[in-house]
């Protein structure tokens, strides 16, 4: 399992908190931080199975 996949599904854990802190003290800018965060690890997430996915071409 690619490296990427493991710390990208750890952003979208730690995204989604950060979201939700936000929502429930109605702080908008954690908020909105935490989407990003999710997002950035969905991205990442997904880098690492396109790499998973060349590596067990190449195999």
Same mark, same amino acid.
């Given at each position: 399992m690619d490296k990427?996949?493991?710390e990208g599904a +750890?952003? !979208?854990v730690k995204?989604?908190?950060k979201e939700a802190i936000?929502?429930?003290t109605g702080d908008t800018?954690? !908020?909105a931080e935490g989407k990003a965060?999710?997002?950035e690890g969905k991205v990442q997430g997904? +880098?690492?199975k396109v +790499?998973?996915?060349?590596r067990d071409a190449g195999k």
């Open positions: 990427n996949r493991i +750890a952003k !979208e995204g989604s908190v936000g929502k429930l800018t954690t !908020e965060t999710k997002i997904t +880098a690492g +790499a998973d996915k060349v």
